[in-house]
């Protein structure tokens, strides 16, 4: 598999996964660097975008004969990193259970809101319950498209709390008056135009 397409849902890591590849050695190829540069991250990725998946390379050890010999993979676990946030506040300092795939983990996010865990580089789905109300967030795991196309735009605009409506890759009124919304919200120029400016703010604030 020289080139692989990419479909939603799909990052670097799932494809390395998929194939018994560390994800740095499909990212880092030199035949990704186009790719590379123009989506700058390896968890955003758009469909259509064509990655190069190198072939598995076998590695030999030597080792003395009828003797136990231990080996140990080696490998950098894919990690899932959220904000939570209430009308633009951080939720802070919060008990909360996240559920992904199957697995459950539970904790505190921190004074920023944040919280971190280990995952499958392939998890898909899934759901965070936070605070005493237990508030109930559904996650879609690589599903956001990059910054620069409107889908992308529109996603990190309603995970914030700007309602653009549908996620359909066109700027309607809707999707306008979130924009605005935004800009406001950040002390922006109000003029409904997703500039540079307001989506380098937007991904400061989105995280990614």
Not at 122 to 132: C, N, P, Q, V
Request: proline share 4%; glycine share 8%.
């Amino acid at each position: 598999m020289p080139e692989y397409t990419i479909k939603q849902g799909d990052c670097i890591s799932s494809i390395a996964k998929k194939n018994g590849l560390f994800w740095e050695k499909v990212w880092d190829h030199p035949n990704n660097s186009q790719l590379k540069q123009k989506r700058k991250d390896s968890n955003i990725l758009y469909p259509g975008d064509i990655v190069f998946v190198p072939d598995k390379e076998e590695k030999e050890e030597s080792g003395a004969t009828e003797q136990r010999h231990r080996f140990r993979k080696k490998g950098v676990p894919a990690k899932i990193r959220l904000k939570v946030l209430d009308e633009n506040q951080p939720r802070a300092n919060q008990l909360y259970t996240l559920e992904v795939d199957g697995l459950l983990f539970s904790g505190t996010t921190d004074s920023e809101g944040k919280l971190e865990h280990v995952i499958p580089p392939d998890a898909k789905k899934g759901k965070l319950l936070i605070g005493e109300e237990q508030d109930e967030y559904l996650l879609n795991l690589g599903q956001i498209d990059p910054i620069d196309t409107i889908t992308g735009l529109q996603a990190r605009l309603n995970n914030l709390g700007f309602d653009c409506g549908a996620i359909d890759g066109v700027i309607g009124k809707k999707t306008e008056a979130a924009i605005r919304e935004f800009q406001k919200a950040y002390d922006l120029t109000e003029s409904g135009i997703a500039d540079t400016v307001m989506k380098n703010t937007l991904l400061e604030v989105h995280g990614l």
